[in-house]
């Protein structure tokens, strides 16, 4: 989780549509034995499922309904209260002193070769945890979200930046949030924002409902790894702190520990409930560039469903410092009221076997009978190991997975027709007056609190009719031509965008220098089109290079959209070669020419259909016309000297005639099992750790008939074996079928790189291959091989492993067909202020080894 993102934060902070009519409840103080008050207590109320907190004041208020209420009060390291509370007409006063939870340690001893009586435990938690991701098919909930933000210290060098987002350093600024939440499996969210009211100017801000949104019954991603992951032994030490019973129920206390130092793991503890082996509670923290998040979630049962307990509190605390601004965000989230449906597709059998499961009316004068008459034998195989006092670590991931074959027997149909996750704002959001807050907001404010709201309300934040900040600057036409500027309507969907002059400046020995510049304008509606028209103009060449664009999704349903382009425009024999900012680069610094052109006036269209779900059919026609050029007088008088060399790739020595070319183009690309969510009727793609198909074939023709024939096969895949390494591969194969009119613009390149210092990626790239001497008319075949690790080498060291970057080791091969065999291997770490990466690369021509180089990739 970044410590400040940059997106909007008051549209991410979901939740919530709590309609309070009542004018009764309870309210008061909670404290502890010393008279001291106790923040963020979670008060809930058993029977209507509605809960709120206490503020840092420990003071709180419920509204209930006339009757007999259940009321839990529930802290971390504290005895939960319970009370039956008789509520009358008026408010009931209720302060309440908590006493702090004592805990038993289990007679168990711990002694060399025998294992941690607490890894008993954590294994069952962990073989339960696809269970517990799955076990409710879809719910709805109420969520009010408070949030508390301030900068506590600012260089001078910033502060013009605070001042100008109306920001001071030392104020307390708030926001809140009431939401309705609606969530279906597996990873749908819809969020309608009832209303927002907010003091906080800042332009970026923790989003801690992101993580809400999540579970910790997630399996690790790149970023994180929890405790309850299949990979979570590798990751922690687990320490038995001790148990305490309530309702009931024995809650163990674990210790989580990193093994080692790293922004991807929790410290903190985790109480887990017997049995069950679900998660009660937990108080976890971890740090990422320079921030600290601790996250409080606290658990309760639902009524109808003793044995499903769902989040009721979330306390996220973000505390760090940034280039030397210090600031802390602290957010509440009280979710309640809960409406959810038990997940068909997993059996509950096991759950429902500790607790007694929800009776029926109409079944309850019927003969008694087992919940289940007949167990599949996977199911069978789950009880037999739930059943054992103890599992060694091969039991734990055996029951594992098992759980989550039981769990996503449905999944995959699940994720492709129900993931449509989508946020909606109320017309009313922004503009609800104090008394509803007063009616609605279950968490009393602060005094501070109550004064920022007073000084800059929601109006003066967001304005009357529009959700976005208007811009506070004002540029000169000047400024607009040489540096560009975008608007966007108020609907958010027709836009304009104009790049300036100084958008992409360029330099090479063909065009001189030149100024480049980018103007479009759409519409990002269901249907999206867009129209770009680029300009190029050389300042030591009398042309003008342009081209336009235009593209249309026609149905974003099946990803289908289709491309027309022309123009006139200077264009690298490689396509996969020099980038203009490193071609740039190397002439002006170090007086090296490595890129080729030719001139084209072109017309092109392009393709794309997803016939059924993962498969993609590609199709593009292309008529050109191309002829060569030379290098502007300045380079000319230049060639032969300072690595200068004449406009001819060396592949070909001499210049091509001018040719004329009419090519089409058929592809396949097949993403087997591809999971997808669909958002306001658009389909997305998600990650895929299958292996990824595809097939292209090409022809091309002229006034004497054919050109060539190239068919090419392609195979891609990216897999997470372990939390700590990320795999991927990249594999080529193709030939040339007839090759009686090829010219070199048309041959199989592939993508080099001869420059210490480029942009770009280093995945998919050589490092030290030459950009055209490996270029073929023939047969060629090319594997990238990668393996990144979170922690290989350097991220071992001290005050190295607290770095956010990766290690990453390669292998890169090619054997094109009228050249030497080709390969290297390296070692890189990535990224190093988020955009750079460094590395060093070992090549190796016909098995025989030809020197190490440094290289560094920049991200721009």
Not at 20 to 34: D, P
Not at 167 to 185: A, C, P
Not at 544 to 553: A, C, N, P, Q, V
């Amino acid at each position: 989780m970044a410590a400040m993102p940059s997106t909007r934060f008051l549209y991410l902070f979901l939740l919530v549509n709590v309609h309070f009519t009542w004018a009764q409840g309870i309210k008061g103080i909670l404290t502890n034995s010393a008279g001291e008050p106790l923040p963020y207590v979670t008060i809930y109320c058993i029977d209507t499922k509605t809960g709120t907190n206490s503020n840092v004041n420990g003071s709180f208020q419920l509204k209930l309904a006339k009757g007999t209420h259940q009321i839990s009060f529930q802290s971390i390291d504290y005895k939960t209260l319970s009370k039956t509370i008789q509520i009358e007409n008026d408010w009931q006063e209720l302060n309440l002193e908590m006493e702090k939870q004592t805990y038993e340690l289990k007679e168990v001893t711990v002694n060399s070769g025998k294992d941690n009586p607490a890894n008993y435990i954590m294994r069952k938690a962990i073989a339960a945890a696809p269970y517990y991701k799955r076990q409710v098919l879809n719910y709805q909930a109420n969520v009010y979200v408070k949030g508390t933000g301030r900068i506590d210290q600012c260089p001078r060098i910033f502060r013009g930046l605070l001042k100008e987002q109306h920001v001071e350093v030392g104020k307390t600024y708030v926001t809140e949030s009431i939401n309705q939440l609606n969530f279906s499996q597996p990873n749908t969210y819809r969020e309608k924002v009832i209303s927002v009211k907010s003091s906080m100017p800042f332009e970026g801000a923790p989003e801690p409902m992101r993580m809400a949104r999540g579970s910790w019954y997630d399996a690790s991603n790149e970023n994180e790894v929890s405790p309850l992951s299949a990979q979570a032994f590798n990751a922690y030490t687990f320490k038995l702190e001790g148990s305490f019973y309530e309702n009931g129920r024995e809650i163990n206390k674990i210790k989580v520990e990193p093994k080692r130092k790293g922004n991807e793991f929790y410290s903190g503890t985790i109480y887990i409930i017997e049995k069950l082996w679900c998660l009660h509670s937990c108080v976890l923290t971890r740090e990422e560039s320079g921030t600290t998040v601790t996250v409080k979630t606290s658990f309760k049962p639902i009524s109808e469903y003793p044995f499903v307990y769902m989040p009721v509190t979330y306390d996220i605390q973000f505390k760090g410092n940034y280039l030397g601004v210090e600031g802390s965000f602290r957010y509440l989230a009280s979710i309640s009221d809960y409406r959810l449906k038990l997940n068909p597709n997993v059996s509950h059998t096991w759950v429902q076997q500790i607790t007694s499961p929800p009776k029926i009316a109409e079944e309850a004068n019927k003969p008694s009978k087992p919940i289940e008459a007949k167990k599949s034998k996977n199911q069978q195989q789950i009880d037999a190991l739930l059943a054992k006092e103890k599992l060694t670590k091969g039991e734990m991931l055996k029951l594992a997975s098992k759980m989550k074959k039981e769990a996503e027997n449905n999944t995959q149909t699940l994720m492709m027709e129900n993931d449509s996750s989508e946020l909606i704002i109320d017309s009313l959001a922004f503009t609800r007056d104090s008394n509803f807050w007063a009616n609605n907001r279950p968490v009393p404010l602060l005094k501070d609190e109550q004064q920022s709201f007073k000084v800059k309300d929601t109006s003066q934040l967001f304005g009357s009719d529009s959700t976005h900040k208007k811009k506070n600057y004002h540029l000169s036409l000047g400024s607009i031509l040489l540096l560009g500027d975008s608007l966007t309507k108020k609907d958010h969907k027709n836009y304009f965008s104009y790049k300036g002059l100084f958008g992409r400046p360029s330099l090479n020995t063909v065009e001189g220098f030149a100024l480049q510049t980018e103007l479009s304008f759409g519409n990002k509606g269901f249907k999206q089109w867009r129209y770009t028209q680029k300009i190029k103009v050389p300042l030591e060449r009398p042309l003008l290079e342009t081209s336009g664009e235009l593209s249309f999704r026609f149905n974003p349903k099946h990803l289908a959209y289709v491309q027309f382009k022309g123009g006139s425009f200077i264009t690298d024999y490689n396509p996969k070669g020099i980038t203009p900012f490193t071609d740039a680069f190397q002439l002006l610094l170090l007086k090296t020419n490595y890129s080729k052109f030719y001139q084209q006036d072109f017309l092109n269209a392009n393709f794309q259909y997803e016939v059924l779900n993962g498969l993609l059919v590609n199709a593009s026609i292309l008529a050109t016309n191309r002829y060569s050029i030379e290098n502007i007088d300045r380079y000319q008088n230049k060639e032969g000297k300072d690595h200068i060399r004449a406009n001819v790739p060396d592949k070909i020595l001499i210049s091509e005639p001018r040719h004329q070319s009419y090519q089409y183009q058929l592809g396949l690309v097949y993403k087997p099992f591809q999971l997808y969510k669909m958002r306001q009727n658009k389909k997305f793609y998600l990650k895929n750790t299958w292996p990824s198909l595809s097939v292209n074939y090409k022809e091309g023709y002229d006034a004497q008939g054919l050109q060539f024939g190239k068919l090419d096969f392609g195979l891609d895949q990216t897999v997470k074996p372990w939390h700590w390494v990320n795999l991927m591969y990249q594999a080529r194969a193709g030939f040339f079928t007839k090759t009686p009119n090829l010219y070199f613009a048309d041959w199989q390149h592939f993508a080099g790189n001869q420059s210490s210092i480029f942009d770009g990626n280093y995945f998919g790239h050589f490092m030290q291959l030459p950009y055209y001497s490996y270029s073929t008319n023939r047969s060629y075949q090319s594997l990238f091989l990668q393996a990144e690790f979170k922690h290989l080498l350097l991220r071992k060291l001290p005050y190295l492993n607290l770095m956010d970057f990766k290690e990453v080791v390669y292998f890169n091969y090619l054997n094109s067909q009228g050249n030497a065999m080709y390969y290297e291997t390296g070692y890189r770490i990535e990224p190093l202020l988020n955009r750079i990466a460094i590395g060093v690369n070992f090549h190796f021509i016909s098995n025989t080894y030809q020197g190490a180089a440094f290289r560094m990739s920049i991200r721009l």
